[in-house]
Nanobody, 125 residues
Framework: QVQLGESGGGLVQAGGSLRLSCALS????????MGWFRQAPGKEREFVAA????????NYADSVKGRFTISRDNAKNTVYLQMNSLNSEDTAVYYC??????????????????WGQGTQVTVSS
């Protein structure tokens, strides 16, 4: 059974940075594409970034391109989301997700079978 646990959320001022981490346990981490999604109050869950099994394939939502970087360390079973130049529109609960290798090419939450519990990111203006 795959288990995912996020960390690194918190309160940050606009223009600041945060790094989220998500550790996978229970299965072989390198078998999975990994994604980050976020959900703001009253809004649907939206795609943020995804990374393929080896880290070569990376996709980003237009809203975060150039500001966020997804990476992974297969030796540590961990995926990261480095978030820079944060603004109030980035305030949301951030979720990591694990899926089959083809999930790295999808923006849809349904492409991922496993989800973490989420971590809150709040950007104050």
């Amino acid at each position: 059974q795959v288990q995912l646990g996020e960390s690194g959320g918190g309160l940050v001022q606009a223009g600041g940075s945060l790094r989220l981490s998500c550790a996978l346990s229970g299965r072989t981490f390198s078998d999975y594409a990994m994604g980050w999604f976020r959900q703001a109050p009253g809004k649907e869950r939206e795609f943020v970034a995804a990374i393929g099994r080896t880290g070569i394939v990376r996709n980003y939502a237009d809203s975060v391109k150039g500001r966020f970087t997804i990476s992974r360390d297969n030796a540590k079973n961990t995926v990261y989301l480095q978030m820079n130049s944060l603004n109030s529109e980035d305030t949301a609960v951030y979720y990591c997700a694990a899926g089959s290798p083809i999930a790295a090419g999808s923006f849809r939450p349904s492409a991922y079978g496993y989800w973490g519990q989420g971590t809150q990111v709040t950007v104050s203006s």
